[in-house]
């Protein structure tokens, strides 16, 4: 689902928390050891993302932040904020080249560039969030 989250909107903060969960709370985030991405290259994207994105002239950037039951990947295009609302049931996360990840749900995807190690570990964060959040036995179906 991908949602423009520019303006205080509650019926669009409603459908992100009951997709997703909502935001872990502080002692939480400090827990895990942070829910955030840092800013992420964009190398590719499905066409209804590339359509907001060839808007300006900017670098194409994201960002990932991980919530109970899923992720949001947040974007910016000419003075808009939109966010992809992926639970973890419908992401997948494939490891492309050594220096890209591929996030797909349903027909929106997007590839980003993952040059540091400080991207493979949350990532692999991420891999761990969804592996914890999914069913893995058949009573849980």
Do not use: W
């Not at 459908?15 to 939480?28: H, L, N, Q, R």
């Not at 993952?114 to 761990?128: G, S």
């Amino acid at each position: 689902m991908l949602l423009n989250v520019s303006y205080n909107n509650k019926q669009v903060t409603r459908k992100i928390d009951a997709e997703v969960g909502k935001p872990f709370s502080f002692t939480k985030r400090v827990q895990m050891g942070g829910i955030g991405s840092s800013k992420l290259i964009i190398t590719e994207t499905s066409i209804q993302i590339n359509n907001l994105l060839i808007l300006d002239n900017n670098r194409n950037q994201c960002n990932i932040e991980m919530r109970p039951n899923g992720i949001l990947v947040g974007f910016r295009s000419l003075l808009e904020s939109y966010v992809l609302v992926i639970p973890y049931y419908k992401l997948s996360l494939y490891k492309g080249k050594a220096e890209e990840y591929s996030i797909y749900r349903d027909n929106y995807f997007i590839k980003i560039e993952a040059k540091d190690k400080a991207t493979h570990r949350f990532m692999n964060k991420v891999l761990a969030a969804k592996s914890e959040a999914s069913p893995t036995r058949l009573e849980d179906l």
